[in-house]
């Protein structure tokens, strides 16, 4: 599939709004978006209707990644409180999880939902390393992990060879997944998912020596869109890894997700920024 299949040439990044200090976790959710800024411990509302942003939650615990699950409830990720959560539909909070082999994770940083209603999701260090993200504080795990909790609730350690697992996302038919490494060797993996939620066939989907893989989204067509943190830009690659082009972003970039009326506007969360962008796909 070529570029302008994917991108308009004449479509236009959209800055939507600008102030916060690490933009990341962009998630659409009952026809807004809703992103989080990690630095300043709170999270953030944009209505498209209005093109007003506003204050969504504060504190938010340091919180970064955002998804939802199959009822639309939002599923979060703090890295204060080193825990993934769901907040219900009357606001109140459950814990999903906060430990594993009874110790703290270290800073719960990415989430994805599968469609057996298990929530994966990626554990670097970033929110323990310094104040800047989280509390500075001793890891209590024996590494950098990424975990499965099943519908019942069972925690499962799933992937043991990253050095700072980030970014995760399904294929659209959830027979694959994808994790990014913004560690050494900064590279995308990818891994056949069976039935039972059993991962194999780890590959090398792409090297980004050059840059910093952080996180990701996917298309119907199981294109796969990297943010490129160092390089300032997303990558646009097809489910084949073949290179199909690249989205160059102002500042550094942490994350993107699709939305929208028709969930072709993908939205970018970016440093001080959001921005839009209007596709010609949709998301998965």
Not at 32 to 48: A, E, F, G, K, Q
Request: hydrophobic residues 30%; negative net charge.
């Amino acid at each position: 599939m070529e570029m302008k299949h994917l991108i308009n040439p004449k479509s236009k990044l959209k800055r939507l709004y600008e102030g916060t200090l690490w933009a990341e976790g962009p998630v659409w959710k009952n026809n807004s978006l809703i992103w989080s800024d990690v630095r300043s411990n709170t999270m953030h509302l944009y209505n498209p209707a209005t093109t007003i942003t506003e204050i969504f939650r504060d504190p938010s615990d340091y919180n970064n990644g955002n998804t939802t699950d199959l009822e639309g409830r939002l599923i979060r990720c703090q890295h204060g409180k080193r825990r993934v959560v769901r907040e219900e539909r009357d606001g109140s909070i459950t814990v999903i999880a906060d430990r594993f082999e009874n110790n703290k994770f270290n800073s719960p940083n990415d989430v994805a939902v599968k469609s057996d209603g298990s929530i994966w999701f990626t554990d670097p260090d970033y929110g323990i390393l310094s104040n800047d993200e989280g509390y500075k504080s001793q890891s209590e795990q024996s590494g950098n992990f990424v975990y499965r909790v099943s519908y019942s609730g069972e925690v499962e350690k799933v992937l043991t060879n990253f050095d700072k697992p980030n970014g995760i996302v399904f294929s659209p038919n959830e027979d694959l997944l994808y994790v990014a490494d913004s560690g050494s060797p900064h590279n995308v993996k990818r891994y056949s998912v069976d039935s039972s939620g059993k991962l194999s066939n780890e590959i090398v989907f792409c090297d980004l020596r050059d840059g910093s893989p952080d996180g990701m989204t996917v298309d119907t067509h199981g294109n796969l869109y990297i943010c490129d943190v160092k390089k300032s830009k997303i990558r646009l690659l097809s489910d084949s890894s073949k290179y199909i082009g690249s989205i160059d972003i102002p500042e550094r970039v942490a994350n993107c997700t699709f939305g929208g009326e028709d969930n072709s506007q993908l939205f970018i969360t970016a440093s001080t920024s959001l921005y839009g962008l209007k596709t010609e796909t949709t998301g998965k």
